[in-house]
């Protein structure tokens, strides 16, 4: 759906740059496939009056969560561990000392988050759209309802299990068109002094390492702790603490309660203060933001023309929906990357939207190592260096891109 007006405060948008035509970030296709595919115009404005930076354009929502979504959360051993984390903190933390309090968590996927309060014997619920991981976890033994949350949802939740302790996010709020109807059925559905707990990419890391492959269809929204507060200023909901967190390349956690239920932390303002000075609220910060991905995009191309005149091989690493971002933005084609590996076996066979570069197995990047791997997974560096030692031992560098393009070893 296209949008002229603010999706949360309602002033006029315009796009201050584009992407181009862009198919489904998660839309991995058969090559007999391709002619169907879908494209919109994947392009960011950001909205002066309430600082939200948001997509003009976002496809239908069952467009992208439906009952073959590509993505299962659990693929990585990194992110298993930092829900685990996250769920401790909100059971020793808000939780801590409440009667049968009641846990919903909204875009559960394949229960990652939620298993942890499953494994407490906690009361619990997902919320999840996309059929094929809800049934992933519902195996789990996770209670997962299929549905898009909004207001009629809370309603139905709240009558059949009461109100809930804590609602939690991950990855998932920033995908939402409505968020004012979410933010509504937020509100009805917790506790007077209930929390809500959600993380997403951060705007500021965003535009500080120019990772613009956070914008896809999907992130119909990129938040700050600005944008939030005031976004949900309106439902009677406030923050009260604003923790970064170092996953996806940088996100958020906010917490927020219902106001003057709790007490509010310094954190809040001092990074609302670190948000100025960064000049987040400033249309110029976005109009540099533009030019360094341009900088980045023919940087990119350069190494990998390089890379192709050489007669190097260069396979990709991590079918990630942010590539799609970079490989339809840059050029990117099967003459510059061969094929890109990933571990998720629905990806497996398929192609990449757009680009159309086969996805293979894993067991393709180790049976004969390429001369350079273009990480598309940059945010599981860590995770993914530690666990390819032989990859580098024989010689093998990677190609990055954020926060600058280089080759590294
Ligand atoms: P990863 C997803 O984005 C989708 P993506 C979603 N829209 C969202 O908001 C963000 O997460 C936050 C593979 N892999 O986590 C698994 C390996 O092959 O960067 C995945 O396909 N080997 C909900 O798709 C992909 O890479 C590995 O060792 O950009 C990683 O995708 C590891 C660690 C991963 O998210
Ligand atoms: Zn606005």
């Not at 998720?344 to 570069?357: D, E, N, R």
Request: proline share 5%; glycine share 8%.
């Amino acid at each position: 759906m296209k949008s002229d007006t603010c999706r949360v405060c309602g002033t006029p948008i315009s796009k201050f740059m584009t992407f181009g035509r862009m198919p489904i970030a998660n839309g991995f296709l058969m090559a007999e496939e391709i002619k169907d595919e879908y494209f919109f115009e994947l392009a960011p404005a950001f909205c002066e009056s309430c600082n939200m930076f948001q997509l003009v354009e976002q496809p239908e929502p069952e467009k992208m969560f439906h009952g073959h979504y590509a993505f299962y959360s659990s693929t990585s051993r990194y992110m298993q561990a930092h829900f685990a984390h996250f769920a401790a903190s909100v059971m020793d933390g808000p939780l801590a000392g409440r009667t049968d309090p009641f846990v919903v968590e909204l875009g559960s996927n394949d229960g990652i988050m939620l298993q942890n309060f499953h494994q407490r014997g906690m009361r619990h619920l997902g919320v999840e759209p996309s059929v094929n991981v809800a049934e992933a976890a519902r195996a789990k033994g996770i209670n997962t309802v299929g549905a898009f949350f909004g207001r009629d949802l809370a309603g139905k939740i709240t009558a059949e299990h009461g109100q809930a302790d804590a609602i939690l996010a991950a990855n998932v709020m920033c995908h939402i068109p409505d968020l004012n109807g979410v933010a509504e059925g937020v509100a009805r559905l917790l506790k007077p002094d209930g929390v809500f707990i959600f993380e997403d990419p951060y705007l500021g890391d965003m535009i500080a390492k120019t990772s613009y492959d956070q914008i896809y269809d999907e992130h119909v929204f990129i938040f700050s702790v600005t944008s939030v507060a005031r976004a949900f200023a309106s439902h009677g909901l406030e923050v009260i603490d604003a923790e970064p967190q170092i996953t996806h390349g940088g996100s958020m956690r906010y917490t927020l309660s219902p106001k003057g239920a709790r007490p509010v932390s310094e954190r809040v303002a001092a990074q609302v203060a670190k948000e100025h000075e960064q000049g987040l609220q400033k249309p110029q910060t976005y109009l540099g933001f533009k030019r360094n991905c341009e900088t980045s995009r023919e940087k990119l191309m350069a190494v990998l023309e390089t890379a192709r005149k050489d007669g190097k091989r260069v396979v990709g690493y991590g079918a990630t929906s942010k590539s799609t971002t970079v490989t339809c933005y840059c050029g990117i084609t099967p003459t510059h990357v061969q094929f890109i590996s990933d571990t998720t076996p629905i990806k497996q066979g398929k192609l990449s939207p757009g680009a159309h570069i086969p996805v293979k197995p894993y067991s393709e990047f180790t049976r004969a190592w390429p001369d350079y791997a273009l990480l598309f997974a940059w945010n599981h560096a860590a995770e993914i260096r530690e666990k390819e030692t032989a990859f580098a031992a024989a010689g093998g560098r990677w190609i990055v891109y954020v926060p600058e393009v280089g080759i590294v070893a």
